[in-house]
T-cell receptor, first 114, second 113 residues
Framework: DTGVSQDPRHKITKRGQNVTFRCDPISEHNRLYWYRQTLGQGPEFLTYFQNEAQLEKSRLLSDRFSAERPKGSFSTLEIQRTEQGDSAMYLC????????????FGQGTRLTVV | KNQVEQSPQSLIILEGKNCTLQ??????????LRWYKQDTGRGPVSLTIMTFSENTKSNGRYTATLDADTKQSSLHITASQLSDSASYIC????????????FGKGTTLSVSS
C-alpha cells in the first residue's frame, strides 16, 4: 500500500482515558500533518512535522495533546484525559518537500469519547 | 486573519445536471489553492491544485478556476453522477502559515436520480 495509513480507523473510549493514534505517511514524504474534523466542518490544523521536527502547532493543540515523529517516518498523536469534546475524526496527511505539491490524506481515525 | 469561505453550504441537484461551487479566501501571502472531495467517513482526496499563475485547471468532469486578483475560485462539475455526492472542500496554502493548509468548511453536494 503506497498511501497514507492511519490506525485505528475507529476508537471508542471512556472520558478520562488516554488514546494514541498512529499515522504512516507515504514513504518518501518528509512532511506530515495532523488535522481534526468535526461533523459538518472542514478539517482544522493541529500540527505539522518536517522530518522529525515539529515545526508548527495550532492553539487547538492543548496540553492534553502531544504528537511525535521520532524517526521522521511514522507519527503518533496522543490525547490524555479525553473529554467528550475530543470526539472527532483525526486526519493525517503527508506531502513531499517541493512547493505546490499535493498533500495526501489518510482515511482518518474516528474517535468517540463516551 | 487567514480564512476560506465556501458557498453554498449545501446543494442538491439532479443526476446529469451541472453545478458550480464557490470559494472566497483572504489568505495572504498566497501559495496555492486546492479542491478536495471528501466522501462521508473518508479522508479528503485531491481534485486540483492551482498556483497563482493558473486561471483554470480540469480533472475529468471537474473544472476549477482561480482569480487571484479577487481571491475567488470556483469548482464546476459537469454532467453530475450519483458518485459525485460528497463534501467539496476548498483549501488554500500560504507561505506565511508555514505549509499548513487552510480549509474551508466545504459544500455538501447531493446528486439525486
Amino acid at each position: 500500500d503506497t498511501g497514507v495509513s492511519q490506525d485505528p480507523r475507529h476508537k471508542i473510549t471512556k472520558r478520562g482515558q488516554n488514546v494514541t493514534f498512529r499515522c504512516d505517511p507515504i514513504s518518501e514524504h518528509n512532511r506530515l500533518y495532523w488535522y481534526r474534523q468535526t461533523l459538518g466542518q472542514g478539517p482544522e490544523f493541529l500540527t505539522y512535522f518536517q522530518n522529525e521536527a515539529q515545526l508548527e502547532k495550532s492553539r487547538l493543540l492543548s496540553d492534553r495533546f502531544s504528537a511525535e515523529r521520532p524517526k521522521g517516518s511514522f507519527s503518533t498523536l496522543e490525547i490524555q484525559r479525553t473529554e467528550q469534546g475530543d470526539s472527532a475524526m483525526y486526519l493525517c496527511a503527508s506531502s513531499s518537500p517541493q512547493a505546490n505539491t499535493e498533500a495526501f490524506f489518510g482515511q482518518g481515525t474516528r474517535l468517540t469519547v463516551v | 486573519k487567514n480564512q476560506v469561505e465556501q458557498s453554498p453550504q449545501s446543494l442538491i441537484i439532479l443526476e446529469g445536471k451541472n453545478c458550480t461551487l464557490q470559494c472566497n479566501y483572504t489568505v495572504s501571502p498566497f501559495s496555492n489553492l486546492r479542491w478536495y472531495k471528501q466522501d462521508t467517513g473518508r479522508g479528503p482526496v485531491s481534485l486540483t491544485i492551482m498556483t497563482f499563475s493558473e486561471n483554470t485547471k480540469s480533472n475529468g468532469r471537474y473544472t476549477a478556476t482561480l482569480d487571484a486578483d479577487t481571491k475567488q475560485s470556483s469548482l464546476h462539475i459537469t454532467a453530475s453522477q450519483l458518485s459525485d455526492s460528497a463534501s467539496y472542500i476548498c483549501v488554500v496554502s500560504s507561505y506565511q502559515a508555514g505549509t499548513a493548509l487552510i480549509f474551508g468548511k466545504g459544500t455538501t453536494l447531493s446528486v439525486s436520480s
